[in-house]
């Protein structure tokens, strides 16, 4: 198959724009040396590390943290100087915002309707055409150590042995383990799904080094879909499209992660889809992850959807409590043998941990890392009042917390409706106004992603979250009854 630029589509002029742009990476990467340095490995491992630069062609940065806790982190302790250091190092002149992951993901949404700005990831590393391949990798397992890997874009921390399984993971997790034996006659491709936060890098992670050390002379190739997105369009710049197809192609096993970031991208998808057929029949093993099933992806190309879901799709739940609780003390002891203190923390701590921090593991273990920040080797020795002081500012809704079943209650009690009917296809006004109304108060009360949002009211599409959100959000400016609703349900709700 060969790809022409003049074919290429929107998505390919977009990156493309992005990609001349990759100063921005370059200059963050330095800007990343110096903060290492001066912050120390420890709090620059937790803090800077997790967080992604993103641009617009339009010369818009923003750098993205994983969670709110993150955000507030680097805002209290290191934004003055990110500023510093970026003015001195960017040349342009750009200027760069901080978001959580969740405000992030609303605002681009919201531009890329209005203005159709596209953001993309500006990876610190500048982006190589030539994949790399498991040769490269030693066959010793790797060692934990809370960094990102020269190679691959693999986190050395994300190994089995630190992955801990519970009912909500633990088919995966036999799945994942058995794909990366190379044992014979299995499923092909595999998709691992569910929702974001809940160990899906984790896992592919942990299959590819335990792949690379169980063969080491096989090439495993890993990538992020938007790796996937950026490479390929460098190629189609550089005419190498040869070369990457090549790259792809030649894997033993190829692993591309969060898949669903290809939805939509014409030709990004059809390379794709040629690149898995190509490595299936060929006998190569295939996985990906996605924050939905195929069958969700509506944006999908139908043929790459039909072929994501011709193997194994394998889902994921979110983590139960006990499984919550087993990640804490395993993060714990994990962080106690990485900073010499008592690997153990009071039990009523864990489990207001645990029970606190429910919206994805991401946000458990942001919780961690604070407590780990503000009290060090004391961390064992917590009281769960102090934890309580220490975290109120990351409680949203004060000591209660909201689920989006307690808004589903409150808002159908209030209009005088079932629960079902928020969560059923009619849509009539009478029962469409209200499912927006909770759409909305989902979002502004728990840390809920848009999906994560629609997957709750009947399964529907971000997107139709969305639609609510902005819908409400215009509405209630001027209309007043419905404005009063909103709060007399907030005013419930927050008890
Ligand atoms: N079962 C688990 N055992 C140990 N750590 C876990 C587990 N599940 C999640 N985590 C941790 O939670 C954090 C988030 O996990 P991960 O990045 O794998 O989520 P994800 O599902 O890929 O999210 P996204 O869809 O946003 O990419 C990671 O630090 C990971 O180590």
Request: hydrophobic share 40%; aromatic share 6%; net charge positive.
């Given at each position: 198959?060969?790809?022409?630029?003049?074919?290429?589509?929107?998505?390919?002029?977009?990156?493309?724009?992005?990609?001349?742009?990759?100063p921005a990476g370059i200059v963050w990467n330095k800007v990343?040396?110096?903060?290492?340095?001066?912050?120390?490995?420890?709090?620059?491992?937790?803090?800077?590390?997790?967080?992604?630069?993103?641009?617009?062609?339009?010369?818009?940065?923003?750098?993205?943290?994983?969670?709110?806790?993150?955000?507030?982190?680097?805002?209290?302790?290191?934004?003055?100087?990110?500023?510093?250091?970026w003015?001195?190092g960017d040349a342009?002149?750009r200027?760069?915002?901080?978001?959580?992951?969740?405000?992030?993901?609303?605002?681009?949404?919201?531009?890329?309707?209005?203005?159709?700005?596209?953001?993309?990831?500006?990876?610190?590393?500048?982006?190589?055409?030539?994949?790399?391949?498991?040769?490269?990798?030693?066959?010793?397992?790797?060692?934990?150590?809370?960094?990102?890997?020269?190679?691959?874009?693999?986190?050395?921390?994300?190994?089995?042995?630190?992955?801990?399984?519970?009912?909500?993971?633990?088919?995966?997790?036999?799945?994942?383990?058995?794909?990366?034996?190379?044992?014979?006659?299995?499923?092909?491709?595999?998709?691992?799904?569910?929702?974001?936060?809940?160990?899906?890098?984790?896992?592919?992670?942990?299959?590819?080094?335990?792949?690379?050390?169980?063969?080491?002379?096989?090439?495993?190739?890993?990538?992020?879909?938007?790796?996937?997105?950026?490479?390929?369009?460098?190629?189609?710049?550089?005419?190498?499209?040869?070369?990457?197809?090549?790259?792809?192609?030649?894997?033993?096993?190829?692993?591309?992660?969060?898949?669903?970031?290809?939805?939509?991208?014409?030709?990004?998808?059809?390379?794709?889809?040629?690149?898995?057929?190509?490595?299936?029949?060929?006998?190569?093993?295939?996985?990906?992850?996605?924050?939905?099933?195929?069958?969700?992806?509506?944006?999908?190309?139908?043929?790459?959807?039909?072929?994501?879901?011709?193997?194994?799709?394998?889902?994921?739940?979110?983590?139960?409590?006990?499984?919550?609780?087993?990640?804490?003390?395993?993060?714990?002891?994990?962080?106690?043998?990485?900073?010499?203190?008592?690997?153990?923390?009071?039990?009523?701590?864990?489990?207001?941990?645990?029970?606190?921090?429910?919206?994805?593991?991401?946000?458990?273990?942001?919780?961690?890392?604070?407590?780990?920040?503000?009290?060090?080797?004391?961390?064992?020795?917590?009281?769960?009042?102090?934890?309580?002081?220490?975290?109120?500012?990351?409680?949203?809704?004060?000591?209660?917390?909201?689920?989006?079943?307690?808004?589903?209650?409150?808002?159908?009690?209030?209009?005088?409706?079932?629960?079902?009917?928020?969560?059923?296809?009619?849509?009539?006004?009478?029962?469409?106004?209200?499912?927006?109304?909770?759409?909305?108060?989902?979002?502004?009360?728990?840390?809920?992603?848009?999906?994560?949002?629609?997957?709750?009211?009947?399964?529907?599409?971000?997107?139709?979250?969305?639609?609510?959100?902005?819908?409400?959000?215009?509405?209630?400016?001027?209309?007043?009854?419905?404005?009063?609703?909103?709060?007399?349900?907030?005013?419930?709700?927050?008890?």
């Amino acid at each position: 198959m060969s790809i022409k630029v003049g074919a290429a589509s929107q998505e390919l002029s977009a990156a493309y724009a992005a990609v001349t742009r990759e100063p921005a990476g370059i200059v963050w990467n330095k800007v990343c040396v110096s903060l290492k340095r001066e912050l120390g490995d420890a709090a620059f491992g937790s803090w800077i590390a997790p967080a992604v630069l993103r641009e617009t062609q339009g010369g818009d940065v923003v750098l993205v943290t994983p969670t709110g806790i993150a955000r507030d982190w680097i805002r209290r302790s290191a934004w003055r100087r990110i500023g510093e250091l970026w003015a001195a190092g960017d040349a342009v002149g750009r200027r760069m915002d901080l978001k959580s992951r969740l405000e992030f993901e609303a605002s681009a949404d919201a531009a890329s309707a209005t203005t159709g700005a596209v953001y993309v990831e500006a990876k610190p590393q500048p982006i190589e055409i030539v994949l790399p391949v498991s040769s490269d990798v030693p066959a010793a397992a790797p060692t934990p150590a809370g960094k990102t890997s020269p190679i691959q874009g693999l986190q050395e921390r994300f190994t089995f042995d630190s992955f801990v399984p519970g009912p909500a993971n633990e088919f995966a997790h036999a799945v994942a383990r058995r794909v990366a034996s190379w044992a014979d006659g299995h499923f092909n491709p595999v998709l691992f799904h569910g929702p974001y936060g809940f160990g899906k890098t984790h896992l592919l992670n942990a299959l590819a080094w335990e792949a690379m050390r169980a063969a080491p002379n096989k090439r495993v190739v890993y990538l992020t879909a938007e790796r996937f997105l950026s490479t390929f369009v460098r190629a189609v710049m550089d005419r190498q499209t040869t070369a990457f197809k090549d790259e792809l192609r030649g894997a033993d096993l190829l692993i591309i992660d969060d898949v669903h970031f290809i939805a939509g991208k014409q030709s990004s998808q059809e390379e794709l889809f040629h690149t898995l057929t190509a490595l299936v029949e060929d006998g190569r093993r295939v996985v990906f992850s996605a924050d939905r099933p195929p069958s969700a992806m509506t944006e999908m190309d139908a043929r790459l959807r039909s072929h994501l879901s011709a193997g194994l799709v394998c889902g994921m739940e979110p983590a139960d409590r006990s499984l919550r609780l087993g990640i804490l003390e395993r993060k714990i002891e994990a962080l106690g043998r990485a900073q010499g203190f008592t690997g153990s923390v009071r039990p009523e701590v864990l489990q207001f941990l645990a029970d606190r921090f429910t919206d994805s593991v991401r946000e458990l273990e942001g919780a961690l890392n604070t407590l780990t920040a503000r009290a060090g080797e004391r961390l064992s020795r917590l009281s769960l009042d102090e934890v309580q002081a220490i975290l109120r500012p990351h409680l949203r809704g004060g000591e209660k917390r909201i689920t989006i079943d307690d808004i589903q209650k409150a808002t159908s009690e209030h209009y005088g409706m079932k629960q079902a009917d928020l969560l059923s296809e009619r849509r009539n006004r009478a029962i469409a106004r209200p499912r927006q109304a909770a759409m909305w108060l989902a979002k502004q009360l728990t840390t809920r992603s848009l999906p994560d949002i629609g997957r709750r009211f009947g399964g529907r599409d971000h997107t139709t979250v969305l639609h609510a959100v902005r819908r409400i959000e215009a509405l209630r400016q001027d209309d007043a009854v419905l404005s009063q609703d909103l709060e007399t349900i907030t005013r419930k709700l927050r008890g």
